[in-house]
C-alpha cells in the first residue's frame, strides 16, 4: 500500500513535469535511505541527472561516477516503475559537496520472529539430538557424548549455529 501512494505521488509530479519540461521530478523521502548524518535532504531528477538538495538548500549534482549504474540512463518513468517494484535510493555523502547514490530493492525476508524460531529450532534440535541419543544408549551414550569432547565447545558451536540459523532465518523469505 504504501508503495502505491509513493508511486501516485511520482506520477502526480511527472505528469506535471510531462506539461512543464523544467520541473525536475521529486523522489518522495519514503523512497529515500539516507544513511549517516544526512537530514532533510530532498533528491530530484532531471534530464541533467540527480540533483541533491541538502539541509541547507543547496543543490549538488551527482556525478555520474558516484550512481549506480543501474540508475544512471532512466527516465522518470522508469523511476516511477522501480519505486512502486519495492525500488528504494540510498544516498551517501563522500565530501561536502559529493554524494552518491545506489538502488536496491529491500528484502522480504522473514524478519525477527522467523529468525528466532531458526535458532530455536537449531539449539532444540541440537540438546534434543543428544537427549535422544542418551535416552536409546542409555548411560552408554552419556559416555559417548562426553567423549565428543570438552562441553563448553560443544555449547559455544551449538550456540554459533543457531545465532547463524537466526541471521538466515531473519533474511530469506518464508511462505505465508
Known amino acids: 500500500m504504501k508503495n502505491y501512494f509513493l508511486s501516485i505521488a511520482c506520477c502526480a509530479a511527472t505528469l506535471c513535469s510531462a506539461s512543464n519540461k523544467s520541473l525536475p521530478l521529486r523522489i518522495l523521502p519514503g523512497a529515500i535511505y539516507a544513511s549517516g548524518g544526512l537530514k532533510n535532504i530532498e533528491l530530484y531528477h532531471t534530464k541533467q541527472g540527480f540533483i541533491i538538495r541538502d539541509d541547507l538548500f543547496k543543490s549538488h549534482k551527482i556525478e555520474n561516477a558516484w550512481i549506480d549504474a543501474s540508475l544512471r540512463s532512466l527516465s522518470p518513468a522508469q523511476i516511477i516503475k522501480f519505486i512502486d517494484a519495492g525500488g528504494r535510493f540510498s544516498i551517501g555523502k563522500i565530501s561536502p559537496k559529493e554524494y552518491m547514490i545506489r538502488g536496491y530493492i529491500p528484502g522480504i525476508g522473514g524478519g525477527p520472529i522467523a529468525g528466532t524460531i531458526a535458532y530455536w529450532a537449531v539449539k532444540g534440535g541440537a540438546y534434543g539430538g543428544m537427549l535422544l541419543y542418551v535416552y536409546w544408549k542409555g548411560p552408554d551414550g552419556l559416555s559417548d557424548i562426553n567423549d565428543m569432547g570438552n562441553i563448553n565447545e560443544r555449547e559455544a558451536t ?6 547463524n540459523a537466526r541471521q538466515i532465518g ?4 518464508w511462505l505465508p
Open 158 to 163: 551449538i550456540e554459533i549455529a543457531a545465532e
Open 170 to 173: 531473519s533474511a530469506i523469505p
